[in-house]
């Protein structure tokens, strides 16, 4: 029950050290003459007890809880009967047989070796995590004791406060960026798999899209066919219709609540616009199934055009309403943050207010602009929810908006659905679509870049 009240118990004595830190650090002020004999802020020597607490007892609790149900299953496979233990297959069954008799989840059979097992899992586990638990504490103990007694008017404390939070900053810096490459790498090394068995020519310039594998020789209707085309081609099309809906609507709008509206009609009109990025994809995908398709089914049928059920049309116009929000409000926010100066200038030499928006409002705001242009485009690009309600799951090679089409994150989460076999192509075809999925993002960004670096150097 100790190891419970463990990580709590970290964290009040952490608080607990720094404030006692600082009160000793203030009586070490005192006595030397007053606070300015100090060498660094009370607060950082508060900090530097504070840290030499929580550190150590974090990094070990974080330890031990990564490796304590390996450490422990390990060990008790090690005692249990040959018979039960010998086959690797059954040892993962009698894994879980014990650890739902202790959870009482499921009802397990009355095996008494089982029960005896259980019995015994539960006893190594409390024995290991009250060991770990005073491990913890004595280190706790001892840091504090240590770094107590370390305060002094010469102490830099500031100094090594700010060397121990860089470091954690580099850190944490670091995690991100291979967290990153892992990703990156496990795509690319599944993909690279993928294309051992399909030519990359095939996959890129393929007009067919059929992933579904034959399992015998003589099987009809799984062709196997890994042509990419038509997902990317659905993925434009959506895309670049939700695009036509967001880019106008969401500039335009940003443009007036900056420029034109009142202080009072922005207030309420720029929060009433931000709700819409925060309504879940399966409502504007139930919208866009009910009431968009229908709609554009029916109009459709009066001048005689033959629509679909299932529409890119459908799902591109509620993408697009979608993501409105994400152009219109940085979009605004970058507008509003040009300098005041600029508009004056431009009032100054006599232009008007539509002029001074367009050759020096609108340029000036550009980088900003672009950027929440291309948070849009992903945001469309890997929307799965809306698609799979709308636009359906067929991969048609079309340029009608009025048929149906799918798009690369709907493929990649049909091919991923229920239990694969991560040896065949149908399953790693998911991971060769992420990588062409990553490496258009990556040109986005670089594209976007290359424009912001251009227009900043400009108006700098």
Same mark, same amino acid.
């Given at each position: 029950m100790i190891f419970s009240y463990l990580f709590p118990a970290i964290l009040i004595t952490g608080?607990?050290?720094?404030? /006692?830190?600082?009160?000793?650090?203030?009586?070490?002020?005192?006595?030397?003459?007053? /606070?300015?004999?100090?060498?660094?802020?009370?607060?950082?020597y508060g900090l530097l007890v504070g840290l030499a607490i929580l550190l150590p007892?974090?990094?070990?609790?974080?330890?031990?809880?990564?490796?304590?149900?390996?450490? #422990?299953?390990s060990r008790i496979l090690n005692e249990l009967p040959p018979d039960l233990a010998a086959n690797p297959g059954s040892q993962s069954l009698l894994l879980n047989d014990i650890k739902n008799s202790l959870a009482g989840n499921v009802t397990v059979s009355n095996d008494p070796e089982v029960v005896q097992a259980a019995a015994r899992y539960a006893e190594i586990k409390q024995t290991y995590r009250s060991a770990v638990s005073a491990a913890v504490l004595a280190m706790m103990a001892v840091f504090a004791l240590v770094s107590y007694r370390s305060i002094s008017a010469t102490l830099r404390a500031r100094n090594i406060v700010e060397s121990i939070i860089t470091f954690i900053l580099i850190l944490c810096s670091g995690v991100a960026i291979l967290t990153t490459l892992g990703i990156i790498m496990s795509v690319l090394f599944e993909a690279i798999r993928f294309f051992k068995v399909i030519p990359l020519q095939d996959f890129l310039f393929g007009l067919n899209w059929s992933p579904q594998m034959a399992i015998r020789a003589d099987q009809t209707g799984s062709s196997g066919a890994f042509g990419a085309v038509p997902v990317f081609a659905g993925t434009f099309m959506i895309a670049s219709i939700a695009m036509l809906v967001a880019i106008p609507v969401g500039l335009l709008t940003a443009i007036y609540l900056?420029?034109?509206? %009142? @202080?009072?009609?922005? $207030?309420?009109?720029?929060?009433? +616009?931000?709700?819409?990025?925060?309504?879940?994809?399966?409502?504007?995908?139930?919208?866009?199934? +009910? #009431?968009?398709?229908?709609?554009?089914?029916? $109009?459709?049928?009066? #001048?005689?055009? &033959? #629509?679909?059920?299932?529409?890119? +049309?459908?799902?591109?116009?509620?993408?697009?309403?979608?993501?409105?929000?994400?152009? &219109?409000?940085?979009? %605004? %926010?970058?507008?509003?943050?040009?300098?005041?100066? +600029?508009?004056?200038?431009?009032?100054?030499?006599?232009?008007?207010?539509?002029?001074?928006?367009?050759?020096v409002i609108f340029p000036a705001a550009l980088p900003g602009i672009v950027g929440g242009v291309?948070?849009?485009?992903?945001?469309?690009?890997?929307?799965?929810?809306?698609?799979?309600?709308?636009?359906?799951?067929?991969?048609?090679? $079309?340029?009608?908006?009025?048929?149906?089409?799918?798009?690369? $994150?709907? @493929?990649?989460?049909?091919?991923?659905?229920?239990?694969?076999?991560? %040896?065949?192509?149908k399953t790693l075809a998911a991971f060769a679509l992420g990588l062409i999925l990553f490496i258009f993002t990556l040109v986005l960004n670089y594209i976007a870049l290359r424009v912001v670096r251009k227009y900043r150097e400009q108006y700098e």
């Open positions: 608080a607990c050290g720094f404030f /006692i830190g600082r009160l000793k650090a203030f009586r070490v002020g005192a006595a030397s003459g007053g /606070i300015r004999e100090l060498h660094s802020l009370p607060n950082h007892a974090l990094i070990a609790y974080g330890l031990w809880v990564s490796v304590e149900t390996s450490l #422990v299953d900056s420029e034109f509206a %009142d @202080q009072r009609f922005r $207030t309420v009109v720029k929060p009433m +616009l931000e709700i819409l990025a925060g309504i879940p994809t399966v409502v504007y995908g139930f919208f866009a199934a +009910l #009431v968009i398709a229908p709609m554009i089914r029916e $109009t459709g049928g009066l #001048v005689g055009l &033959s #629509v679909a059920s299932e529409s890119a +049309l459908a799902a591109g116009l509620v993408m697009g309403v979608m993501i409105i929000p994400f152009v &219109s409000s940085l979009s %605004d %926010d970058v507008i509003h943050a040009v300098p005041q100066a +600029l508009r004056d200038g431009s009032y100054g030499l006599g232009a008007t207010k539509f002029e001074t928006i367009r050759y291309l948070l849009a485009v992903s945001r469309a690009v890997g929307e799965t929810m809306i698609v799979v309600m709308a636009a359906g799951l067929a991969a048609n090679l $079309t340029a009608n908006p009025f048929q149906a089409v799918t798009t690369v $994150t709907v @493929q990649i989460v049909t091919l991923l659905v229920g239990d694969q076999e991560f %040896d065949s192509p």
